[in-house]
């Protein structure tokens, strides 16, 4: 069952890193923002992709263990479609997980609040517009924190490497177009590209990541590291100007082309007309 329409199934099709990415360019949009109007529709669209992301985490998970379960696809249509969010967050960590797991608190908080705001965006119901105090009020870049900290969070009660992505980064450069944003499904990529950044990692250390991207701790020291990074873009590799490159701007075509042209001259190469 898919809705009752054909499955379609793509390699970059995860919804929860489409979610996330969106979320994090609509935080950036609105840090950027020309006017008020503009930083209300990139606030507005951040909301929306944040209880998206964690609903499609849940889901996701969900997902996978009741399959595993031998739940039939009827079985696990209903269950997503059907049960709250507000259950979902508060209840499936520790079903999934299989042992206690709870997203904190103050984690928590900050998802209901933005919940709400979501809701009165959605179903406006106010007699006034005080709807546009609560979004010039709003901190974007907090709430996709704590979208990346609920991801985390789901990922340590596995016993799980987090995902690279939920620290705001990706990779760009797949399909001949150097500002394509890709997922990388190989961790190792990762930890080469924090090695190349000089930055603490060891790609030839088994299970790096099983010991260094495993909890919030963590998360808060590599994040840390990448926000102090002094460049947007890890240095490209000589003889490899085409490789996939990790970047804070991936959403920023004119800047990544700039890098990609570049690393091309530095290399002996022509620049590319894409």
């Given at each position: 069952m898919n809705g009752g329409a054909t499955e379609v199934w793509r390699w970059e099709g995860n919804t929860d890193w489409h979610y996330?990415?969106?979320?994090?360019?609509?935080?950036?949009?609105a840090r950027e923002a020309a006017n008020p109007f503009m930083r209300y529709h990139a606030i507005r669209t951040c909301v929306y992709f944040a209880v998206a992301t964690i609903e499609a985490h849940l889901n996701l998970w969900m997902r996978?263990?009741?399959e595993s379960d031998g739940i039939s696809e009827a079985g696990v249509w209903k269950r997503l479609r059907t049960t709250k969010l507000d259950d979902k967050i508060d209840k499936w960590p520790t079903e999934i997980c299989g042992r206690r797991t709870e997203i904190a608190s103050e984690i928590r908080a900050v998802l209901e609040q933005y919940k709400a705001l979501r809701d009165e965006v959605t179903h406006p119901k106010r007699?006034?517009?005080?709807?546009?105090?609560?979004?010039?009020?709003?901190d974007?870049?907090?709430?996709?924190?704590?979208?990346?900290?609920?991801?985390?969070?789901?990922?340590?009660?596995?016993?799980?490497?987090?995902?690279?992505?939920?620290?705001?980064w990706n990779y760009t450069g797949m399909n001949g177009d150097p500002s394509y944003p890709c997922q990388l499904n190989n961790g190792n990529a990762?930890?080469?590209?924090l090695k190349g950044m000089d930055l603490p990692a060891d790609p030839f250390e088994i299970d790096w990541d099983k010991r260094n991207m495993a909890s919030i701790s963590d998360y808060e020291r590599i994040k840390l590291q990448l926000d102090d990074y002094e460049f947007?873009?890890?240095?490209?590799?000589?003889?490899?100007p085409s490789r996939p490159r990790l970047t804070r701007r991936w959403w920023d075509r004119e800047y990544l082309m700039g890098q990609?042209?570049?690393?091309?001259?530095?290399?002996?190469?022509?620049?590319?007309?894409?």
């Open positions: 996330f990415c969106s979320m994090s360019y609509a935080a950036a949009q996978i263990k009741l007699r006034d517009h005080s709807v546009l105090v609560d979004l010039e009020k709003a974007p870049d907090g709430l996709a924190d704590a979208v990346a900290r609920s991801i985390v969070t789901i990922a340590e009660g596995k016993g799980e490497p987090f995902q690279y992505w939920v620290l705001g990762f930890i080469y590209s947007d873009i890890e240095p490209y590799w000589v003889g490899m990609y042209n570049e690393a091309l001259q530095i290399s002996g190469d022509d620049p590319k007309s894409l």
